[in-house]
């Protein structure tokens, strides 16, 4: 590439890694000069390039397995809406605005394509229900690619939330073709339930769910309390001691998960689990915020992972 050309980097399944913003009803993609090999002048400072204007609380994209066309934009008010070689459609890909309470943290907050999309046509979403509930529904695309079939919505898993804050909201397909699904620990402040500890209660967690056998789901195996859920914990749980996972994302390259997990007050959080681990971490909300005890001047952090950065 030329000395002062610019490209445009957006890797939209991957949020620790993100090249886009969404913000203020405007989808904005951040530029980079890219130099030739040895000695050059510095770089060009970073510039932003609206890529679409008109939308309604943007708060996530991705796009399709295999799909470089298209990026699919969630809105918080309940509508998903389509970027096609930089032009927004006017049709919605998905409305479903009279199921959604929108507003503060609640509304549409996650979207998942099926790795086989392309063949069943399936994807999945995350969203607050007019109680205020959580609900991860699968829908399927209708004979029109760029609309989906609204009337084709099933629930694969609802989870009641006692406050309107910390849903969670973030649904990834993992390299094992798993549903991972993020919830947070109910909401109020301080984790009053104490559910991100609690390995009985689904809140505050990441699931791991089989969505390609069962109805609407299965366990895997694999998942670290599978083996004897009354002792252990739900078998749903992959890691836990979360207080709001908002966005999570696997390592194309090693399979990681790096987990971002909004603090209490003081601390933002970044997690790893590494790749093969099995599952079962525990990341020690409300017993610690980051690197710190959480409201104590001291506290036991064995069995605890703590954070890569906060």
């Known amino acids: 590439m030329a000395r002062g050309q610019y490209y445009c980097r957006m890797r939209c399944s991957r949020p620790v ?3 886009a913003m969404v913000t203020s009803g405007v989808l904005a993609c951040g530029l980079e000069a890219k130099m030739p090999s040895g000695p050059s002048p510095p770089p060009a400072a970073p510039t932003l390039q609206v890529v679409a204007q008109g939308l309604t609380s943007p708060l996530f994209l991705t796009s399709p397995p295999g799909d470089s066309a298209r990026l ?3 809105q918080q008010d309940g509508r998903i809406r389509i970027i096609r070689n930089d032009t927004l459609l006017p049709t ?3 409305d479903i605005r009279s199921r959604v309470r929108a507003g503060g943290e609640q509304g549409l907050l996650g979207l998942a394509f099926h790795p086989s999309y392309k063949q069943n046509g399936r994807f999945y979403v995350d969203y607050t229900d007019v109680n205020g509930n959580t609900r991860v529904v699968r829908f399927t ?3 029109d690619p760029n609309v989906a079939d609204p009337a084709s919505g099933d629930t694969v898993l609802a989870v009641a939330q006692p406050f309107a804050n910390h849903n969670g909201g973030m649904l990834l397909f993992g390299p094992d073709g798993y549903l991972y699904v993020g919830l947070g620990d109910g909401g109020s ?3 009053p339930f104490g559910n991100g500890q609690n390995r009985h209660v689904l809140l505050g967690k990441i699931l791991r769910l089989d969505v390609d056998h069962g109805s609407p789901y299965t366990i895997p195996a694999g998942n670290p309390f599978a083996a004897d859920t009354a002792a252990l914990g739900a078998g749903e749980i992959w890691d836990y001691g979360l207080r709001n996972p908002w966005r999570f994302s ?23 689990e590494q790749s093969g681990g099995g599952g079962g971490v525990n990341y020690g909300w409300n017993v610690m915020e980051g690197l710190h005890c959480y409201n104590a001047t001291s506290c036991t952090m064995t069995g605890l992972t703590p954070p890569v950065l906060e």
């Not at 696997?250 to 997690?271: M, N, P, S």
């Open 92 to 94: 919605p890909f998905l």
């Open 72 to 74: 699919f934009i969630v």
């Open 189 to 191: 402040g301080g984790d």
């Open 250 to 272: 696997f390592d194309r390259a090693t399979g990681d998960l790096y987990i971002g997990d909004v603090g209490e007050g003081l601390y933002e959080e970044v997690d790893v």
């Open 141 to 143: 695309v209708s004979a």
């Open 17 to 19: 890694r993100f090249g």
